[in-house]
């Protein structure tokens, strides 16, 4: 679970997540890391999954790297759990390149769609 502040960030905003809509979430990162942050939370009442990856993709490696060396990333597994039907989407904050290369590469793209589609911030939501 990478990014810039994660899984500190991340898991608070998966926690809000499930507090103000009743999301249901699967967390996928460093099972011990997620699951401390989830106790500083209070998230024990929350209908939060945690999946361990033992790999990190750092914001600045190669997206080539990430999807060749990176087997067991956060990114990878959260993937590789779309693909299989165990999860509904794949949302990261961390390197978009290598997200996206990933998920090219592991789930694919819908039919009649060549290239995947970045989500924009919508304010408010």
Do not use: W
């Not at 956060?74 to 990261?92: C, H, Q």
């Amino acid at each position: 679970m990478g990014g810039d502040y994660g899984p500190a960030v991340i898991v608070e905003g998966a926690v809000a997540a499930a507090r103000e809509y009743g999301a249901s979430l699967l967390l996928v990162g460093d099972k011990a890391a997620v699951e401390r942050e989830l106790a500083r939370c209070k998230a024990h009442d929350l209908a939060l999954e945690v999946r361990h990856a033992s790999q990190v993709v750092g914001m600045a490696e190669a997206p080539s790297q990430a999807l060749r060396r990176k087997r067991d990333s956060s990114l990878r597994v959260a993937a590789d759990l779309v693909r299989d039907g165990e999860a509904a989407a794949l949302v990261s904050a961390g390197n978009t390149g290598a997200a996206l290369a990933i998920a090219m590469f592991v789930v694919g793209v819908l039919p009649g769609v060549d290239r995947p589609a970045i989500a924009a911030v919508l304010p408010n939501l």
